[in-house]
């Protein structure tokens, strides 16, 4: 079945440490995006990728970077510079347009400690 | 730019009753609108979506949405509430005028069914 898995479920950090979260599809999906949630501040876009070897900043990409060297990945580093790393976050796949909405991972949360 | 409002971000139903989430949106184009929902530590599945077909979608679980161009709402209903429907809702529209594919979430709505 086609889908997009994110890798851990759960991850713990140790403060000044880098980390980097999985996302891989299998949707044949050209897009990608990764998001930040945390409780009652809804979802966040932090990065997205339109087309491999290309992404953009989102709204809160201090502390974070991406690549996408292949269309069926999207790993998210959350860097040492990311003063407040705790936070669930989510990975999603879409056609190029988006007209058809986001196909989403299950979620990775991060915690530090 | 496009945006989208959800009224209420915490709503409460009994078990039985029915479910009204409401969604108002703003786009200068036609717009592409999606409802979705998250369980606890899960991602967001799609609920439903309206691409300029019908104006009343049906979705997955026996909610629907009706689209109303004059009110620039999207409202999200189920006639009957489960126990199993206590998640949370997101609205959402797609950025065609941006021309990004993004789609701009809604912050949200808890909704909480009593027994």
């Known amino acids: 079945d086609g889908g997009i898995t994110q890798s851990p479920k759960y991850l713990f950090r140790k403060e000044g440490q880098n980390v980097t979260l999985s996302c891989e599809q299998n949707l044949n999906h050209d897009a990608m995006y990764w998001y930040r949630q945390d409780p009652g501040q809804g979802l966040r876009l932090i990065y997205y990728s339109q087309i491999v070897n290309d992404f953009q900043k989102g709204d809160i990409a201090e502390g974070y970077s991406v690549s996408r060297e292949k269309k069926e990945s999207f790993p998210l580093t959350v860097t040492s510079a990311q003063k407040n790393p705790t936070a669930f976050y989510l990975c999603?796949?879409?056609?190029?347009?988006?007209?058809?909405?986001?196909?989403f991972g299950s979620g990775t949360r991060l915690t530090v400690v | 730019a496009q945006s989208v409002t959800q009224l209420g971000s915490h709503v409460s139903v009994s078990e039985g009753a029915l479910v009204l989430l409401r969604c108002n949106y703003s786009s200068s184009v036609p717009p592409y609108l999606f409802w979705y929902v998250q369980y606890p530590n899960q991602g967001l599945q799609l609920l439903l979506k309206y691409t300029s077909a019908a104006t009343l979608v049906k979705g997955i679980n026996g909610f629907e949405a009706e689209f109303k161009k004059s009110e620039t709402s999207f409202h999200l209903t189920k006639p009957s509430a489960h126990m199993s429907d206590a998640a949370e809702y997101f609205c959402?529209?797609?950025?065609?005028?941006?021309?990004?594919?993004?789609?701009?979430f809604g912050q949200g709505t808890t909704l909480q069914v009593k027994p």
């Open positions: 959402a529209v797609s950025d065609l005028a941006g021309n990004t594919g993004k789609l701009i």
């Open positions: 999603a796949s879409s056609i190029r347009q988006g007209i058809y909405g986001y196909t």
